[in-house]
C-alpha cells in the first residue's frame, strides 16, 4: 500500500512562493507515475504536473514557467516549488501516485489522472493580499 503525506502549504501574498512536500512510502519501485493536483473550492480537481517511470515531467498549461516538481528518491519525497503565486492558484494541493502501465513493447507511461489511486491528505495554499 502507498502512503502519502504532504506539507508545506500556508497563507501567502501574490507574489510569493511555497513549497510542498509530499513523503512517500510503499511505493517500492520506480514505475509509480507521482503527480501534484489541485482542487478550489467549487470546482473540480485538476493536475497540476507529474513525474513518469522515466523522469519525464509533464506541467499544466497553468503551472508552466512558475511550478516545477521534483523527486529526491533517497528521501522518498515528491516535491512542488511553487513562485509567482496568484489568487487563483488558492486550493487543496494533493500529491497522489500510481503504478503505471507498460506496452507490449515494454515501454511504461502514465495511466490517465482518473486513474490515480493513492492520494495524500491535502495541504491548503491560499494567496491572498
Known amino acids: 500500500q502507498v502512503h502519502l503525506v504532504e506539507s508545506g502549504g500556508g497563507s501567502v501574498q501574490p507574489g510569493g512562493s511555497l513549497r510542498l512536500s509530499c513523503v512517500v512510502s510503499g511505493a517500492t519501485n520506480s514505475r509509480y507515475c507521482m503527480g501534484w493536483f489541485r482542487q478550489a473550492p467549487g470546482k473540480e480537481r485538476e493536475s497540476v504536473a507529474d513525474?513518469?517511470?522515466?523522469?519525464?515531467?509533464t506541467y499544466r498549461d497553468f503551472a508552466k514557467g512558475r511550478f516545477t516538481i521534483s523527486k529526491d528518491n533517497a528521501k522518498n519525497t515528491l516535491y512542488l516549488q511553487m513562485n509567482s503565486l496568484k489568487p487563483e492558484d488558492t486550493a487543496m494541493y494533493y500529491c497522489a501516485a500510481v503504478l503505471g502501465r507498460r506496452t507490449d513493447l515494454g515501454i511504461w507511461y502514465c495511466p490517465p489522472e482518473y486513474e490515480y489511486n493513492f492520494w495524500g491528505q491535502g495541504t491548503q495554499v491560499t494567496v491572498s493580499s
Open positions: 513525474i513518469d517511470a522515466y523522469n519525464i515531467i
